[in-house]
């Protein structure tokens, strides 16, 4: 069974920095695509970042596009974003998904499993 | 950028109804169409894969089809687990857009 895990979550100034985590199981991690979606409060569905199995290829939404990093680790079958100069506008649930291929250009990209989110808030 | 608009945003329904929601995009996304269900305080769920392609464990009721601009999902017997958003996402070109949703209640 597949499961996603996200961690990292929490209250962070504005200006600040917070590091998300997903921690991957019941499938070969390296084999697929991971991204980062965030649904503000009340709001719709933002795809965030998206990175290919072998991490050569990334995208970015314009929104977080200088502040925000994706990467992986495929020997901890973990995905992470790391996040600066973080807005109150950032403020939303981040869940972590798997696609269901490999790399995400040139094919339909389609998340066929979520975690539960975590919630990050921007305050001060 | 590509716009994705959905209709209507909302609807009211009753169990047994046949829903279809629309999703338009502004320019051509050939078939690179998903759709996915969101129930409140749960993660978004992948219904139909590339305009028609129904998910491995979701209910046959449920069926997509569209190419190019015009799409459409479609539940062809409304059950009480099916009240919830309908997202449809393109990611035919970047920024990949989901639509602002279509809220399906009682």
């Known amino acids: 069974e597949v499961q996603l895990v996200e961690s990292g979550g929490g209250l962070v100034q504005p200006g600040g920095s917070l590091r998300l985590s997903c921690a991957a199981s019941g499938f070969t991690f390296s084999s697929y695509a991971m991204s980062w979606v965030r649904q503000a409060p009340g709001k719709g569905l933002e795809l965030v970042s998206v990175?290919?199995?072998?991490?050569?290829?990334?995208y970015y939404a314009d929104s977080v596009k200088g502040r925000f990093t994706i990467s992986r680790d495929n020997s901890k079958n973990t995905l992470y974003v790391q996040m600066r100069s973080l807005r109150a506008e950032d403020t939303a649930v981040y869940y972590c998904?798997?696609?269901?291929?490999?790399?995400?250009?040139?094919?339909?990209?389609?998340?066929?499993?979520w975690g539960q989110g975590t919630l990050v808030t921007v305050s001060s | 950028d590509i716009q994705m608009t959905q209709s209507p945003s909302s609807l009211s329904a009753s169990v047994g109804d046949r829903v279809t929601i629309t999703c338009r995009a502004s320019q051509t996304i050939s078939r690179h169409l998903n759709w996915y269900q969101q129930k409140p305080g749960k993660a978004p769920k992948l219904l139909i894969s590339?305009?028609?392609s129904l998910q491995s464990g979701v209910p046959s009721r449920f069926s997509g089809s569209g190419s190019g601009t015009d799409f459409t999902l479609t539940i062809s017997s409304l059950q009480p687990e099916d009240f919830a958003t309908y997202f449809c996402?393109?990611?035919?070109?970047?920024?990949?857009?989901f639509g602002p949703g279509t809220k399906v209640v009682i």
């Open positions: 998904a798997k696609a269901l291929t490999f790399d995400f250009t040139m094919v339909v990209l389609a998340l066929d499993s």
């Open positions: 996402h393109q990611t035919y070109t970047t920024p990949f857009t």
């Open positions: 590339a305009a028609s």
């Open positions: 990175i290919s199995g072998s991490d050569s290829t990334t």
